[in-house]
């Protein structure tokens, strides 16, 4: 049986990339844990440490999704960011996210949407911090938040 493991175990790791020399996580699950974005100020929404062990590309990837309770300060829209280490955030275009008039026009409770973005840094080797930062684009909502962050950092060696 121990060998029927060892067996399962390896085939699986087969078809993991074979450059990818180590990756750094952060998962939400708790259903009512939400990330609120403020009006104006940026919110780290969450952090990820991952050593780096020779110079690599370092892609940063994260899913999640955003909601409103209420129609005022509508429309509006949302950046999300990446931060690498204490540099200057970095977007990707699909960060922008404009919400819809889902509340009024299709009578749901609250209009929540998906949002996804990537990016890919340089990293020197040492020890790398990766932040998802966010900010209310436009708009003055005050009831936006953010639920279930899954936040990956995965380096692979140049």
């Not at 440490?49 to 429309?75: C, I, W, Y």
């Amino acid at each position: 049986m121990a060998n029927l493991g060892a067996f399962l175990l390896s085939s699986c790791l087969l078809v993991l990339p074979v450059s990818a020399q180590s990756i750094a996580f952060f998962n939400e699950s708790d259903p009512d844990k939400a990330y609120k974005i403020p009006e104006k100020d940026v919110a780290t929404i969450a952090t990820v440490t991952l050593e780096v062990k020779q110079p690599s590309l370092v892609l940063v990837q994260f899913a999640n999704h955003v909601t409103t309770e209420d129609m005022a300060g509508r429309p509006c829209s949302v950046r999300a960011m990446f931060r690498a280490d204490d540099g200057k955030p970095q977007s990707d275009t699909a960060g922008q996210f404009e919400f819809s008039r889902v509340v009024e026009t299709f009578k749901y409770e609250h209009d929540r949407q998906g949002m996804d973005v990537s990016y890919l840094f340089e990293a020197a080797p040492g020890k790398r911090t990766y932040s998802l930062v966010m900010r209310q684009q436009s708009g003055s909502n005050k009831t936006i938040e953010l639920f279930y962050p899954n936040l990956q950092a995965i380096a692979f060696p140049k």
